[in-house]
């Protein structure tokens, strides 16, 4: 039986839980500056699945890519690591 290979995942806080069945993560990730040497943050929105409406606004949750499942959501809601 083959893999189906690795997918992506990441931890972010819910920005927005007003969809029914969605909620906006934003991904902050750290890189440094290549000439200044200067750390910066980098954000990043995505929209993800949460089948029971159980993340709300604030929660750092991981998240999984996954087959597209509308227009914006590429991701799913794998658990809710903090309220």
């Known amino acids: 039986m083959e893999s189906r290979g690795h997918r992506k995942v990441r931890e972010g806080r819910v920005c927005s839980a007003v969809g029914n069945k969605t909620i906006a993560v934003l991904i902050e990730r750290r890189v440094r500056h290549p000439l200044l040497g200067k ?11 949460d089948e029971n409406n159980e993340a709300k606004i604030g929660n750092v949750v991981r998240v999984m890519e996954t087959r597209p499942i509308s227009r914006l959501k590429h991701w799913r809601l794998v658990e809710i690591l903090s309220k």
Request: hydrophobic letters at 35%; charged letters at 35%; a positive charge.
């Open 39 to 49: 750390e910066l943050r980098v954000t990043k929105k995505i929209h993800a699945h």
